[in-house]
């Protein structure tokens, strides 16, 4: 059970009030995904930390992104142990995936797959919209 809970109005405000893309509310709170190569991070080489963009929670930082090919912003590992939780998601017509939500507002950010690097063999593939960044 998410630690933050708001309607979907509350999303809403809050979302439009930090200029967040329109496509962001969808992502997180409905888990749509963005079209690949679309996504305002996805090419970001910048030094710092990426947040959840409805919560602000430090998710990934910038030293564990790297290139995966995928179209998505990719991470081998999230900032720490507590920052994400996972769920099965049956939904996929490729068979099954596992689902990435923020751990205190259960905001949806995308999907960890088993072919990423070392050292964790994970490839966390975020969606830009579900992200905010803060450079260090």
């Known amino acids: 059970m998410p630690k933050i809970e708001k309607t979907e109005a509350e999303w809403k405000a809050l ?10 509310f969808q992502v997180t709170r409905h888990e ?5 190569y679309t ?20 998710l990934f930082d910038a030293g564990t992104k790297y290139e995966s090919g995928s179209g998505w ?14 769920k099965t998601d049956r939904s996929w017509f490729g068979g099954t995936r ?3 939500h923020c751990s205190d507002c259960g905001a ?5 797959f088993e072919d990423g690097p070392a050292p ?9 919209a579900s992200l905010d960044f803060e450079p260090r």
């Open 15 to 24: 979302l439009a009030d930090k200029g967040a893309e329109p496509l962001a």
């Open 32 to 36: 749509a995904t963005e079209r690949a």
């Open 39 to 58: 996504g305002k991070y996805e090419s970001n080489k910048a030094d710092g930390i990426y947040t959840c963009i409805c919560c602000g929670k430090p």
């Open 73 to 86: 912003p990719s991470y081998f590992q999230p900032i720490d142990e507590q920052a994400v939780e996972t």
């Open 98 to 100: 596992t689902e990435v």
């Open 108 to 112: 949806h950010l995308g999907h960890v």
């Open 120 to 128: 964790t063999g994970l490839r966390y593939c975020m969606n830009s």
